[in-house]
T-cell receptor, first 114, second 113 residues
Framework: ETGVTQTPRHLVMGMTNKKSLKCEQH?????MYWYKQSAKKPLELMFV???????ENNSVPSRFSPECPNSSHLFLHLHTLQPEDSALYLC?????????????FGSGTRLTVV | DAKTTQPPSMDCAEGRAANLPCNHS???????VYWYRQIHSQGPQYIIH???NNETNEMASLIITEDRKSSTLILPHATLRDTAVYYC??????????????FGAGTQVVVTP
């Protein structure tokens, strides 16, 4: 366990479904991130939250909607996804918004859109 | 942030030292060198980072050339559990910038018995 917990570990959803991915950290970190890792592609940064405020949205389609209700929790709400959205979704956190002490990643949610 | 170049893959014998090179010829004076690794189907794991001086921790050593245009990650005694993709990343640490990591393709390291 890294201290960053992601649930569920695996998710299969239809294109018309609505689901949410959850990330939780109790490391006292102030910044949280969503990354997407598609097959044979580098990790892509999706969203950054610093002190519960979204500071970056990397041109992510609106069918992905993040939510950060407090500094310990981060959600990614999914709706009307496409098969090409199938990927490993990784959450990360850092102690401060500069990432001075490195980033801690969760184990990810393996998403399959059918 | 500066780009990095790593070999796509390398093999290493168990028990031997693994030396992973990284070129970052366009690195700026305020950019740090970070190394992460990703074991299959897991999230990336922080290994080490440095600015100018060589660094060592319980996992690895980081050797940065004097001109800072390249670096080498050293795993002193590779084990089968070190098989992973290793990422070399350079990024700025500034008081007013929030953290962001840009991952490349990395080096697939396979440790063999």
């Amino acid at each position: 366990e890294t201290g960053v917990t992601q649930t569920p570990r695996h998710l299969v959803m239809g294109m018309t479904n609505k689901k949410s991915l959850k990330c939780e950290q109790h490391l006292g970190h102030n910044a949280m991130y969503w990354y997407k890792q598609s097959a044979k592609k580098p990790l892509e940064l999706m969203f950054v939250y610093s002190l519960e405020e979204r500071v970056e949205n990397n041109s992510v389609p609106s069918r992905f909607s993040p939510e950060c209700p407090n500094s310990s929790h981060l959600f990614l709400h999914l709706h009307t996804l496409q098969p090409e959205d199938s990927a490993l979704y990784l959450c990360a956190s850092s102690q401060d918004s500069r990432g001075t002490h490195g980033y801690t990643f969760g184990s990810g949610t393996r998403l399959t859109v059918v | 942030d500066a780009k990095t170049t790593q070999p796509p893959s390398m093999d290493c014998a168990e028990g031997r030292a693994a030396n992973l090179p990284c070129n970052h010829s366009t690195i700026s004076g305020n950019e740090y060198v970070y190394w992460y690794r990703q074991i299959h189907s897991q999230g990336p794991q922080y290994i080490i980072h440095g600015l100018k001086n060589n660094e060592t921790n319980e996992m690895a050593s980081l050797i940065i050339t004097e001109d800072r245009k390249s670096s080498t990650l050293i795993l002193p005694h590779a084990t089968l559990r070190d098989t992973a993709v290793y990422y070399c990343i350079v990024r700025v640490q500034a008081t007013d910038s929030w953290g962001k990591l840009q991952f490349g393709a990395g080096t697939q390291v396979v440790v063999t018995p």
